[in-house]
Structure formats: structure tokens, C-alpha cells
């Protein structure tokens, strides 16, 4: 089980970097918007994968998340490919 992922995006592992990437003035909308996102896949995902067990779809689940996390992994590229560390700039 992938415990990150129950974890808020304060407490992964990405939070201080994206910390040190941005202003300080920037810090709390940042940690914001990460929050909201957070929330709101959480609550959607445990209801609609809840739903589509409870409905006998016992494969469909995780196939959805297969399909989420591999468009994920591709859209990293497009968004961030150009992104350097601080310490690479």
C-alpha cells in the first residue's frame, strides 16, 4: 500500500521542494491549491471507487487508477521537462 498517498501534500516528500521553488509570497496559495487538489481527488476517488465496488466491479477500480497513474507519469514531461533545481540554475 502506498502510504504517500493517503498523506497530504504538505507531509510528501514533494512539499519542500516545492517550498524552495516558490517565493515566500507564493507559499501559502501554493500550499493551497495542493491541499484543494488533494481533498478533492481523495474524496472523489474513495466515493466513486466505494460505488463501483459496491456495484460488484471489482476490476474496473484499478484499472482506472492504472490508466490515471500512466497519464500522470506522461503529462510530466509536457508541464515539467524544462524545470531545473535551484542548484542546476
Known sequence: ????ALNPPSTSTVAPAMNDASSEAERA???DIAFTAWGIG??????VGGELLGAGLLLVPFVIGVVEYVAASAALPPFFGKARLPEEA
Open 1 to 4: 500500500m502506498n502510504l504517500a
Open 29 to 31: 496559495t501554493t500550499t
Open 42 to 47: 481523495a474524496t472523489v476517488g474513495t466515493f
